[in-house]
């Protein structure tokens, strides 16, 4: 018993300090004392509950903190029966003041002042008559039973506490929201600084006049300030919150703020008098209006108005202060002197209390200032908060240019209008995507601030809703990184109309919470995020006051997906508000502790803008020029428009940043981009600004300077057909070529507008016409746009780029005479001479060789880099440029580096991977991210940036980081210099017997580089390229392999290609290619067609509908039937199993040769459904047809070895096998023929297969041109081989010449014989179709005029003597005198033209009785022979004009649409000054008026169209006028009834006037897609 006594006095005890308690304490106290439950505990947290708050509840104040009754009841009940509470402690407000006088926070005298002050006010109180509306508060009773009206007015069960507006603030975005509670009581002075509350509700206000309304609202102010100012302290009145429920938020609705300012502002003079009008005016400040938004956050049309008093020490001093009142009921007004008693201001003029108040003055003066003193000690300083503030954005960086992060998704709630005028900051962070809570944020919020001068894509969260497919489909199908993803989270309004409305917290949570859930879990994926670091930043514009916010529930989502704070800021704007945020996550589990780590509160919003945009301009000139023409600048505003697809380098880049005014800063900065440049990384701007401003040494100028320059030049002041121009910069990797590249850039910065091109958009070509015509006009004229473009995969992608640049303009419709773009392709080559070559007149080479002259420029420079940095021996690139690319220094380098390395530690594991990746794909990486996941370190923790390199030991010397932009934006790691890596190959295998095998092997073992499904990811494809890219000489290479180099190597070097492969494949379980190259390997390499046969159905299987793969599959049986064939021939005789065997090798191969053709056929089908292609021009997969045509040949060797077959038999092309069996004494029943008749069907079709696929290939080379010149070097090389081909068939199957055609003997043959003969002959002459006719206008042979004579006798003897004449060989014998007389205009074989025109009628006659059928002979001789001669007056052929090459334009869809997009049709015939045949004239009868020109420079006049401005051009040919609309020009025949005959453009860019311009002239060309106009000119 004893014990327990003694106990419940040391309770007692500890209860009397109770007053000082924190609210962690009562929080504690309430669960392990009071015994309640947590969840009831923590809403108490929450609200601020703090010892000396503790003593002041009441029942009422727990219900409408939310807390049950039972709870409540049992709260009260501990606090009573513990003497925390008297009895009476809540039966009566009034004494409730009392207590809060004893407020725990107070100490020494100014605690004893205020508990005399409240003992005091007391006994006035006591003796009060005031007026009821003064006494605030109704007297409840512990025990009594609260109505459910004064717990939530019976409409708002669920209201929310929240804090109130920030005292003495005018700027910060705090709204409320109406029905939430104001957290705080309405009290006495406290500690003098924190403000005492009043509410008003000011709302019964019927029938009262709008100064009656007004005299109220001021005499409740003054009356509430006076009382303020006489007990000195700080105070609020709130009107438009009500008292019952205490602190519920209405709101007033207010007409017009200013009359409430101006009333105040005027009769303050009428409630104060002489010198105290002063005082009052300085202590009183301006009504401050607060919007209240409904629980949806939209606005609901009413303000809180709140007065805040703040009576300063030094202006109060020692004086009281009494003010007079309105009485409406006498209209008189009376003196009065206030003083705060309790939770009312009291009158106390007159009264005995006066007296007794007046004494206490100077110690209640005194009590003010010390109040003010220890408060200003107890403010946090905000000196190192905006240092704080870079640290967390950068990742422990000063700049966000080396920031740690490379995205950033921002989340933000409501923003008032008057911050947006502090959002510039947002500006100057790479926004992966913007969260916004505001509804309003696009007609008045930071989406319409952003807009202003930024781009951003609006979206609900529904659309990264992923349905189908992985999350990597969903991320690439959306194009995240285009532009900035802003995703309304609680209604708004996208681009397409769609509207959502704002939802309450409630109704969020149970319609929307699931949808933002999702698409941040969508965001926060590792297949989203890719190589690069993501920072999530939540601004708070406003305050956060409900639990359920969805701005709240919005951080906890992102904390649990990202596991933890380390990738989360906040920046809360606004006094209060942090306090709030950190409470309402601290009851939802987050530490306190670990959110302060994590937010910055004590900055204002213009703090933040300050502090952010200075971080980011210390680079940046702060007024970016463009050069514009005649020596103009122009102010470049808005650089979002190229943002995503260029970097633009402006006239005064580099010049009038922050940096360069700090001379310390600066210094270090230099040196810092200098070493990252001579150590092997990227050239930038500031390297040629260094050293235009005499910072640093001349520039080092390579001998190629001066021709490169002069090109660039020569070309943009020549007038040409085309807008967009090419200038190659062939170079070999790591000689300069990109620096050579940037440097012309930067001294030609004000003759061009210069930019490089970063990414390739999808609106690449809006893109770059705005910078075009930036600032411009077609009035004002354009400066040319010198675009870098850099290590492009191709020469195909660069004509691509032009094409869709040309495109652009075209569109735009924009005046040019010289070229409006120059792209200067520098593009990587290991034969840089021999590449440019393809086209000489426009290219430039570097090699890995300097001059002498460059040798003793880089000696120079030497020295001045030496007086600059201490120790520049590891300046590899640049020192292994000054040593001329010697291998004994690179090889001296790489040992010393490499020496005593721990071959199996993790970091020599990464080097040794990079070194493999480097060498053989020059431009991989490993991300930053993944070689400190892999090497388990983190360098944001440090702040260290080189952490990650310093981990890396003795190597750390040949490696660097860069930084990545394709696809994402992130940072890498590589080794310094190609060529390093390559000696570093070399001396792992001979010092560490580490041999490439080994490495990649391993490479493909390491999970963690392969955990992403993203079909772009960087490194997965930089590793399949290793394994699978072929080098070709058309694409720069030195040779054409039949394998990737690394491949080609370890076959040389190691012989152990097939478990390399073998784990590639079983890595990429979904890679078709890796199995192709298996399967290659395989029947190439190994002669092992069973393993080949299994891969290539293994990657048939995972690619079903590849055309390359099929073609794969074809060649292995392809292969072994020549391998047995070859082998076969050294042998006497073949066995018929052999036989058997060689025929179903041959139709196996046969049969997937013809599946590769349709499914090429089909691939192109595919692409012209889906959007123009982004990355690379396709090429048609003729593969197919020749491997067709190869297996044929092989398997004809093979049956002319069955004793049986001749030449004659296999001729017989109606059956062979029924032809054999029809031959005297042959055994049809021996085992040959046996082996030979189920093949019978392959058999017989042999010669026409074969027939058809040279057909294919004859139409593909003649009827069509590639787009570039590199392609026609690959495609010379297949029609050399498809000639030879064709040689040996026609040996076989039409061996007649013209010679025996013409023999006296063989006139007296059979006429069927003779007909028989003339068609094998044509065929044998490839003149048996419209394409091997027309290719006879491209040979240069002499005997080619009387080989096409010979075939004009041919077709005439086909078609006069011969009954059963075929349309074909009618349409033929028309083209075939086309070409003769183009030929040899002189020929006697020549028929008359109108004798063509009457043959070309029956075949026309014959074609339209089939109206859908598809032909393109009969009609693209008709847009030929009747072509209208006169003007004026058309015959009837000729009206039909428009007709026929309507059926033209729709059979060439048909039959050739799929190649025409991977080349362009071309012109057989242009229209001449002449008649009749002599009308049309062909390619090289123009060339012929330019004999002494040599090729390469009349290939150029072609190739730039300056040809059609030569003056023997313009004589020999005819100009037409048209009109253009849209893309089509048509020409007007006829005078009475004129009829329009439509021509396209040869190229789009030729409509270079637009639609406006109607009238044009240009030149006519015949294909066999349609008309073509060429040298268009307006008129």
């Not at 606090?79 to 402690?89: P, R, Y």
């Not at 000690?377 to 740690?404: A, F, H, I, M, P």
């Not at 640049?805 to 520098?826: D, F, H, R, W």
């Not at 009387?1346 to 075929?1366: G, H, M, P, R």
Request: hydrophobic letters at 35%; proline letters at 3%.
């Amino acid at each position: 018993m004893e014990n327990a006594n003694t106990e419940k006095k040391e309770k007692l005890h500890v209860y009397q300090h109770i007053e000082k308690w924190t609210k962690e304490e009562v929080k504690q106290f309430l669960i392990e004392d009071v015994n309640i439950d947590q969840k009831y505990a923590e809403i108490l947290y929450s609200q601020d509950v703090t010892g000396s708050t503790l003593k002041l509840l009441t029942k009422a104040d727990l219900v409408d903190m939310s807390i049950p009754h039972g709870p409540a009841v049992q709260i009260i009940h501990f606090l009573k029966k513990h003497g925390i509470l008297t009895e009476s402690s809540d039966q009566a407000m009034g004494q409730e003041g009392n207590e809060q006088c004893l407020d725990g926070k107070e100490d020494g005298k100014i605690a004893k002042e205020c508990k005399k002050y409240g003992s005091l006010n007391s006994n006035i109180l006591q003796d009060s008559e005031m007026e009821p509306i003064e006494n605030k508060r109704e007297v409840k009773t512990a025990d009594e039973n609260v109505p459910e009206q004064s717990l939530s007015s019976s409409q708002h069960p669920t209201r929310n506490m929240c804090m109130p507006h920030p005292f003495d603030n005018f700027s910060d975005g705090i709204r409320y929201t109406q029905h939430n509670s104001l957290n705080i009581p309405e009290t006495g002075p406290l500690n003098l600084i924190d403000p005492v509350h009043e509410f008003k509700l000011l709302t019964n206000t019927e029938g009262a006049s709008e100064e009656n309304i007004k005299m109220k609202f001021s005499n409740e102010v003054f009356r509430f300030a006076s009382a303020c100012m006489n007990s000195r302290t700080n105070g609020t009145i709130h009107f438009g919150v009500r008292d019952n429920p205490h602190g519920e938020i209405e709101g007033i609705k207010v007409t017009k703020q200013e009359a409430y300012i101006d009333h105040l502002n005027q009769y303050i003079e009428k409630y104060f008098v002489g010198v105290y009008i002063r005082t009052a005016k300085a202590c009183i400040k301006g009504p401050r209006f607060v919007e209240v938004l409904l629980p949806n956050g939209t606005p609901a049309g009413t303000f809180v108005i709140e007065v805040d008093v703040i009576p300063h020490s030094s202006i109060c001093d020692t004086k009281y202060f009494s003010t007079k009142m309105y009485d409406f009921n006498s209209k008189s007004w009376s003196k009065a002197v206030f003083i705060r008693d309790g939770a009312s201001s009291k009158n106390i003029e007159g009264t005995k209390e006066f007296k007794t108040f007046t004494s206490t003055l100077t110690s209640l003066a005194d009590s003010r200032k010390r109040a003010e003193e220890e408060y200003k000690l107890k403010q946090k300083k905000t000196t190192s908060e905006g240092l704080k503030l870079v640290s967390l954005l950068t990742g422990n960086r000063d700049l966000l240019d080396y920031s740690y992060y490379d995205y950033y998704i921002l989340v933000t709630n409501k923003c008032l209008p008057s911050q947006t005028s502090h959002l510039d900051f947002l500006q100057e962070i790479k926004w992966f995507a913007v969260l916004d809570f505001d509804s309003e944020s696009e007609m008045n919020g930071v989406l319409k601030t952003y807009q202003k001068n930024l781009n951003a894509k609006i979206h609900f969260p529904y659309h990264y809703e992923n349905k189908v497919g992985s999350v990597a489909e969903q991320a690439e199908k959306l194009n995240l990184r285009q532009e900035t993803n802003w995703i309304f989270c609680n209604g708004g309004s996208d681009l397409k109309g769609n509207k959502e409305l704002p939802l309450d917290p409630t109704l969020w949570q149970r319609d929307r919470a699931s949808e933002v859930r999702k698409m941040i879990s969508f965001l926060s994926h590792k297949d989203v995020k890719q190589s690069g670091k993501f920072l999530v930043v939540f601004i708070l514009l406003s305050r956060v006051e409900n639990p359920l916010d969805p701005f709240a529930e919005t951080f906890i989502t992102f904390y649990q997906e990202l596991k933890g704070l380390e990738d989360m800021v906040c920046i809360c704007i606004g006094t209060g508000t942090y306090q709030r945020w950190k409470d309402l996550l601290h009851a939802r589990g987050i530490r306190e502790d670990e959110l302060s780590n994590k937010c910055v509160s004590n900055l204002t919003l213009e703090m933040v803008n300050g502090t952010v945009t200075r971080a980011k301009s210390m680079t940046k000139s702060s007024r970016r020029l463009l050069p514009s023409v005649g020596g103009s600048t122009t102010l470049l505003k808005k650089e979002e428009d190229f943002r995503e697809a260029l970097e633009i380098l402006c006239e005064n880049e580099c010049r009038d940043t922050g940096i360069e005014k700090d001379k310390e800063q600066f210094k270090k900065f230099m040196k810092e981009r200098e070493k990252y440049f001579y150590r092997g990384g990227k050239v930038s701007w500031w390297n040629f600004y260094f050293s235009s401003e005499n910072y640093t040494s001349a520039f080092i100028k390579r001998d190629r300077y001066e021709n490169l320059e002069n090109l660039i030049v020569s070309v943009s002041n020549s007038a040409n057909q085309s807008p967009v121009e090419i200038v190659n910069l062939y170079h070999h990797p790591g000689c300069g070529g990109t620096t050579l590249a940037m440097h012309i850039l930067w001294n030609l910065r004000k003759q061009f507008r210069c930019a490089v091109l970063k990414n390739k958009t999808g609106d690449f070509g809006t893109q770059l016409t705005t910078l075009v015509t930036y600032g411009a006009n077609n009035n004002s004229g354009y400066l040319p746009v010198l675009l870098l473009v850099d290590d492009f995969e191709d020469q195909e992608n660069i004509y691509l780029l032009q094409k869709e640049i040309e495109e652009a303009i075209t569109e735009k419709c924009i005046l040019y005479v010289n070229p409006l773009v120059i792209i200067l392709n520098c593009m990587r080559s290991q034969n840089p001479d021999e590449s440019s070559t393809i086209n000489p007149l426009n290219s430039i080479s570097l090699t890995k060789s300097l001059s002498y002259k460059e040798q003793r420029a880089f000696d120079q420079k030497l020295k001045d880099i030496e007086k600059m940095h201490q120790n520049p021996d590891n300046f590899y690139s640049f020192m292994i440029m000054k040593k001329n690319f010697d291998p004994k220094y690179i090889e001296k380098v790489v040992k010393k580096t490499l020496h005593n390395l721990n071959i199996a530690s993790k970091p020599a594991k990464l080097v040794y991977y990079l070194t493999l990746l480097n060498s053989y794909v020059g431009t991989s990486t490993l991300s930053i991210s993944l070689c400190e996941e892999f090497l388990g370190i983190n360098s944001r923790e440090t702040g260290n940036k080189d952490r990650l390199i310093e981990k890396m030991g003795i190597c750390s010397s040949i490696l660097m980081y860069v930084q990545i932009e394709e696809y994402t934006r992130y940072r890498g790691l590589r080794i310094v210099n190609q060529l390093i890596a390559q000696a570093c190959l070399t001396e792992f295998k001979l010092t560490y017997n580490l041999s490439k095998s080994e490495i990649i092997l391993q490479l493909l073992k390491e999970d963690l580089f392969y955990e992403t499904s993203l079909k772009k990811d960087k490194l997965i494809r930089d590793i399949q390229t290793l394994l699978i890219t072929r080098q070709r000489k058309e694409q720069g290479d030195e040779l054409d392999t039949l394998f990737s180099p690394l491949i080609e190597a370890i076959q040389r070097e190691e012989k152990s290609v097939e478990s390399v492969l073998k784990e590639a494949c079983t890595r990429f379980k979904k890679n078709a290619l890796i199995c192709q190259v298996l399967a290659r390997y395989f029947y190439i390499k190994e002669k092992k067609f069973d393993l080949a046969l299994i891969w290539a159905k293994e990657a048939r299987r995972r690619a079903p509908h590849n055309s390359y793969i099929s073609d794969t599959l074809g060649r292995v049986f392809k292969s072994q039937l020549r391998y047995w064939v070859d082998r076969r021939v050294k042998s006497a005789s073949l066995t018929a199993e052999e036989l058997e065997h060689f025929l179903d090798l041959a139709q196996s191969a046969s049969q997937d040769f013809r599946i590769s053709q349709q499914e090429a056929e089909n691939e192109h089908n595919e692409r012209l459904q889906c959007q123009k292609l982004k990355s690379k021009l396709q090429s048609y997969n003729t593969s197919g047809y020749l491997g067709e045509i190869e297996t044929g040949l092989y398997i004809i060797d093979v049956l002319m070895l069955v004793p049986f077959i001749s030449k004659e038999v296999l001729q017989c092309r109606e059956n062979t096998i029924e032809h054999l069996s029809e031959i005297s004494g042959l055994n049809i029943d021996s085992k040959m023929f046996a082996a030979l008749k189920p093949y019978s069907s392959f058999i017989n079709d042999l010669q026409p297969n074969l027939k058809r696929a040279f057909d294919f290939f004859e139409d593909y080379f003649v009827f069509f041109k590639t787009q570039m010149n590199e392609k026609e070097i690959a495609e010379a090389n297949i029609y050399k081989k498809v000639q030879e081909c064709f040689t040996k068939y026609t040996e076989i199957f039409c061996d007649w010449n013209i010679d025996q055609l013409r023999s006296q003997q063989f006139s007296v043959c059979p006429l069927t014989q003779r007909v028989e003969a003339y068609r094998k002959m044509v065929e044998a002459s490839k003149a048996d179709s419209f394409s091997g006719l027309l290719a006879y206008l491209h040979k240069d042979h002499r005997n080619d005029d009387s080989e096409i004579e010979d075939i004009v006798y041919a077709y005439a003897f086909l078609c006069k003597e011969n009954s059963q004449v075929t349309l074909k060989e009618k349409q033929n014998f028309i083209l075939a005198n086309v070409v003769l007389n183009c030929i040899n205009p002189k020929s006697t074989e020549l028929h008359h033209f109108e004798e063509l025109r009457i043959q070309l009628l029956s075949v026309l006659n014959t074609v339209e009785l089939e109206p859908n059928s598809y032909c393109v002979e009969p009609f693209f001789l008709a847009s030929l022979l009747f072509w209208p001669e006169n003007t004026k007056q058309l015959n009837e052929d000729s009206k039909k004009m428009e007709h026929y090459l309507i059926r033209l334009s729709e059979s060439f869809r048909k039959l050739y649409g799929t190649v025409h997009h991977s080349k362009q049709p071309l012109a057989h015939f242009y229209l001449a000054k002449g008649s009749g045949l002599n009308r049309f004239v062909h390619k090289r009868k123009i060339d012929q008026l330019f004999s002494s020109l040599p090729e390469q420079k009349l290939n150029s006049l072609w190739q730039k169209g300056n040809i059609w401005k030569e003056k023997a051009v313009r004589d020999l040919l005819l100009p037409l006028d048209g009109k253009a609309e849209g893309t089509t020009i048509y020409v007007n025949y006829g005078s009475n009834e004129p009829f329009k005959i439509p021509v396209q453009p040869a190229l789009s860019c030729l409509l270079k006037n637009g639609p406006n311009i109607q009238r044009v002239s240009f030149y006519l060309g015949f294909s066999i897609a349609g008309l073509l106009a060429y040298n268009i000119q307006s008129l």
